[in-house]
Each structure stands twice: as structure tokens, then as C-alpha cells.
């Protein structure tokens, strides 16, 4: 007897898909990075102050981005890795 068992979404605020924010993780249903939220709250924010500055975002959907990066905490820190190396390059060409 084979027994199935029904994958879980393990984090139900993210999503990645193709030609959404180059296939990176974003919160679910908007173009909003996971990495941007991490990087806020790495410069300084507070929880709550990341909770104002995305109005459109509910509390558990935040919460879930940091859920997300602590469970993939490698890809979310090359994500604001090259995020930051293309905004340096595209300030020096100013």
C-alpha cells in the first residue's frame, strides 16, 4: 500500500512566479520583494514601522515574509545582495 501525502504551503503569504519580479519571492499577489521587507527592517524598522510603511499589507502577511527568510534565509540575502550591486552600478552611471 503506497501512501500520498498532501504537500503543504508552508508559507501561504509568498509566492514566486516567472516574469513576476524576476521569479523572485514576493508577498502574494503584489510585486512586493521579500527582500525589500527583510532589507527595511535590517536598516533599522521596526515590525511595526515595516507594517506602516507597506499599508497595503495585512500584519500576517509581514510576518510571513520573515517566516520566509528565516526558512530561506540564503536566497533572500542574495536577493538583497544583488539588489544593492545593481543599484550601486545604476547610481555610478548618474
Known amino acids: 500500500m503506497e501512501i500520498t501525502m498532501k504537500k503543504t504551503k508552508k508559507h501561504p503569504y509568498i509566492s514566486k512566479q516567472k516574469g513576476v519580479c524576476g521569479g523572485k519571492s514576493v508577498v502574494e499577489g503584489t510585486r512586493i520583494p521579500i527582500w525589500s521587507i527583510i532589507k527595511w527592517y535590517k536598516v533599522g524598522l521596526s515590525v511595526e514601522d515595516i507594517i506602516r510603511e507597506f499599508p497595503q499589507l495585512t500584519p ?5 515574509a520573515f517566516s520566509y527568510y528565516y526558512d530561506n534565509q540564503e536566497e533572500v540575502e542574495k536577493d538583497i545582495t544583488e539588489n544593492e550591486n545593481e543599484t550601486f552600478f545604476r547610481d555610478r552611471g548618474k
Open 60 to 64: 500576517s502577511q509581514i510576518h510571513d
